[in-house]
Each structure stands twice: as C-alpha cells, then as structure tokens.
C-alpha cells in the first residue's frame, strides 16, 4: 500500500479525549506493533501558531481498537487549543512494512 503523506485521521479534541480515557481505562495495546503518520497531517499540527512539538496519547477508538492520538503543544508544554488533532492510521498489523531493522 502506498503512502501518499495524508494518511490519518483529523479529529476533534472532545474525540481524543473520549479515546484516550477509553485506553485508559482498558485492557494494553495488544499486538499493535506501530503505525504511519502522514507528513501533511503532522504538518497540519505543527503549523499550529506557537506549536513547537507534538505529544502522544495511547488512545482506544469507538470500535475498541487501540490508536495513538497527537496533539500539538506551545513551549510551556501545553496542548494547543485548536482542534488539529491526528489518530494514527494505518496500525500494524496488518499493514505492515517489509522487515526493516526496527522489526521485533
């Protein structure tokens, strides 16, 4: 599967919020090994006024999958206030890279 730089999702922080307290409330990742964050979506957080970095969440979606979610934070390490914020896709497996020597 190719990327094309827009892989994920954008979402609302009232989303990342409910995925979050569901992760964290559940059972660990499972056998998620990683995933793939699109350049152009990580752009759209770290255009962010004032954005210098970007913090991750584990996270669980409204299906029960296990996600990351990113979010942008200012340099006091506080979450920026727009709702720029990316749930990680495609997750591993299934889509996988070609061993690399990352792999487990």
Avoid: W
């Amino acid at each position: 599967m190719p990327f094309t730089g827009n892989e994920g999702t954008i979402i609302t922080r009232a989303q990342a919020r409910t995925m979050i307290q569901s992760f964290q409330n559940s059972a660990s990742f499972q056998n998620v090994k990683g995933g793939f964050y699109g350049k152009n979506k990580l752009l759209t957080i770290l255009n962010q006024p004032n954005c210098v970095g970007i913090r991750y969440y584990h996270a669980m979606n409204d299906k029960g999958e296990p996600v990351i979610v990113l979010v942008g934070e200012d340099d006091k390490g506080k979450c920026m206030s727009d709702d720029a914020v990316l749930e990680i896709s495609p997750l591993c497996p299934p889509i996988c890279p070609e061993s690399n020597a990352l792999d487990a």
